[in-house]
């Protein structure tokens, strides 16, 4: 388990931008997100959650790696995983390849840290989906999943998962019995409230804990936030 994670490439294909512009609103709104969610545990430190939205197309993984992101700059040790079997995109964000993950854990004997890259940023590392399973649901329903989480909350503080959508597959709600909590992602101006209701009933039903919900890609030019900060 001491063994060193190997380095990602050292450009990146989205914008973390609470690591390239620290001091913008938007970064504020991140490290305002990791407030909030270490408010909603009183009675436990939160280890792990997973991230998810409603349906494709909401902002779901650029939100997860960026809260990963303000994590990692307060001090924790943070795994970001990406467990959409079906389509991952943290290797996009993080230019790294995709050719072995997450699916390798799960379906044969190769550990962590053999598995797991160091990102340029400190305190964060990542790990892909790798080759795309024909069974994800079963796979992250599995008890080799279990003992993922188990050995990853030993080296880590917080493991955060980015998962699909809960309207698209059910891999969502099997994740969710594992971990902590659930972060819901929606999108301003393209989220139905139908969907939203419908993603909340649905995670409820797996008995998820829903720590809470982000608007993403809200319109601040008229917010006087915005102006205040001048950006």
Same mark, same amino acid.
């Given at each position: 388990? &001491?063994?060193?994670?190997?380095?990602?490439?050292? !450009?990146?294909?989205?914008?973390?931008?609470?690591?390239?512009?620290?001091?913008?609103?938007?970064?504020?709104? %991140?490290?305002?997100?990791?407030?909030?969610?270490? %408010?909603? =545990?009183?009675?436990?430190?939160?280890?792990?959650? $997973?991230?998810?939205?409603? =349906?494709?197309?909401?902002? @779901?993984?650029?939100?997860?790696?960026? !809260?990963?992101?303000?994590?990692?700059?307060?001090?924790?040790?943070?795994?970001?995983?990406?467990?959409?079997?079906?389509?991952?995109?943290?290797?996009? !964000?993080?230019?790294?390849?995709?050719?072995?993950?997450?699916?390798?854990?799960?379906?044969?004997?190769? =550990?962590?840290?053999?598995? #797991?890259?160091?990102?340029?940023?400190?305190?964060?590392?990542?790990?892909?989906?790798?080759?795309?399973?024909?069974?994800?649901?079963? $796979?992250?329903?599995?008890?080799?999943?279990? @003992?993922?989480?188990?050995? &990853?909350?030993?080296?880590?503080?917080?493991?955060?998962?980015?998962?699909?959508?809960?309207? &698209?597959?059910?891999?969502?709600?099997?994740?969710?019995?594992?971990?902590?909590? #659930?972060?819901?992602?929606?999108?301003?101006?393209?989220?139905?409230?139908?969907?939203?209701?419908?993603?909340?009933?649905?995670?409820?039903?797996?008995? &998820?804990?829903?720590?809470?919900?982000?608007?993403?890609?809200?319109?601040?030019? =008229?917010?006087?936030?915005?102006?205040?900060?001048?950006?």
């Amino acid at each position: 388990m &001491a063994r060193k994670p190997k380095k990602t490439m050292q !450009t990146r294909g989205r914008s973390l931008i609470a690591n390239d512009n620290p001091k913008s609103p938007i970064s504020e709104q %991140f490290r305002t997100i990791r407030t909030n969610l270490q %408010f909603t =545990s009183i009675d436990k430190d939160l280890e792990t959650m $997973l991230v998810t939205s409603a =349906s494709p197309s909401e902002g @779901k993984s650029i939100t997860t790696a960026n !809260t990963a992101v303000v994590f990692a700059q307060q001090g924790k040790k943070v795994l970001l995983i990406d467990a959409d079997l079906r389509k991952p995109t943290i290797h996009y !964000t993080f230019r790294t390849d995709n050719t072995y993950g997450l699916s390798n854990y799960l379906v044969g004997n190769r =550990s962590i840290f053999d598995l #797991v890259r160091e990102s340029e940023i400190e305190n964060l590392d990542i790990l892909p989906c790798g080759p795309i399973p024909p069974n994800p649901s079963e $796979l992250l329903g599995s008890r080799k999943m279990e @003992k993922f989480i188990r050995e &990853a909350k030993q080296s880590y503080d917080m493991v955060i998962f980015d998962t699909p959508p809960v309207l &698209a597959v059910t891999d969502s709600q099997v994740l969710s019995r594992f971990v902590d909590g #659930v972060m819901l992602v929606v999108r301003s101006k393209q989220t139905e409230q139908e969907a939203a209701h419908k993603a909340k009933e649905l995670l409820l039903k797996s008995k &998820a804990n829903i720590l809470g919900a982000v608007l993403n890609d809200k319109d601040i030019k =008229s917010s006087n936030y915005y102006y205040y900060y001048g950006s």
